[in-house]
């Protein structure tokens, strides 16, 4: 009997959606900030990475159209035969000033850089330990990288420790692979003492800083800087696309580490190079991340604030069966841990249906299901204490 060879994919819809794991994209509306519009609505933002208001500043915008205007709206190639244009290397050289690295190259997306440094990095001789909490983008470059993959449990030096013990007299070379700030979590990882692992297993270490650059440290350069090891060996991978406000990845590191992936990471070889208007709004951004440490300022008060709304709102007395976890986060990530994907789903669209756009966040991104909460520097007070509120009132309408 002729069945069609696309039969399974209806199959498969019907498990995901059993499983409440089914997904769909909403369209908002309105310039990227605190509030935004959804289907007709205001809808007050706290799903987005754009930490520090950047995404809607009009100077990004300037820089853009500028770029567009002197360049057009392609680099019209790979960056090795017709792509490079002055703005690539003008970026490239602020990121490496920023990060205090000797060099940096720019890539299309932080996904793309991750799948392209490490799968440049390491082979099938080689190991790869990752925190078992790592991004999809660095899991799919060790898959794609060929090397013995082990994860190492969330955060933990000692199983780090353990695991090199163990394996890594068997591998020629060997890479830990980390988030700085969990994307999913909103914790930190110990990085000194992934760094001092490193020195004893003669290993080396990747940092992923998408959700730390321009939020973390001193200058705002990442996790990096907030832990003093900037002078260490160390790839810090991230992305233009988070505080930034743009889009694009980049990796900052030693100048053979750069040259070595210009000639080796596939993801930068083979795709057209990052767009001049998206390359001139990541400048601009870093520049205003550098002179502008207010904006910082506001972002961690409005952390600080967010932090103890929630922790009150899910101790009180108000919520005697506990239904949310606050996970632990030092970052403007928070994540209320929820058991169902059903469930998580519903306060998700509560939320939502009383003006409140947060993540409901479900296996298999993460392995337990969670409200995802971001805050950004241009969030308001009133913003905050209204989000709350509304969490602790659909809290207890669940567990009514
Ligand atoms: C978002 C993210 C990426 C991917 O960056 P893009 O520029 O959006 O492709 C990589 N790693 C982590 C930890 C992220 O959160």
Redesign the pocket.
Known sequence: MATSPYQWIDQALTTIHRASWHRTVQPLDGKAGPVLQHGGRPVVNFAS?DYLGLAGDPRLAAAAIEAIQAYGTSSTGSRLLSGQRPIHQQLEQAIAAWKGTEAAIVFS??????LGTVSALVGGRDLILADQF?????ISGATLSGAQIQSYSHGSLDDLQQQLRTLRPQYRRCLIST?????MDGDICPLPGILDLADTFDCMVLI?E??GTGVLGQTGAGAAEHWGCRQRPLIQ??????ALGS???YVAGSAALIDFLRNRAASWIYTTGLTPADAAAALAAIAIVQSEPTRRDRLWQNVNRLKQGLKQQLAGPAQPKRLGQLLPSDSPIFCVQVGSAAAVLQLGHQLNAMGYLVSAVRPPTVPVSRLRLTVMATHTPDHIQALVEALGRVLSSVQA
């Open positions: 990475n997306s932080g996904y793309l850089a991750n790592n991004h999809a983008s660095l988030d700085s700030v969990f994307s992923d998408a959700h991978v991230g992305t233009l696309s988070k889009l694009g990845g």
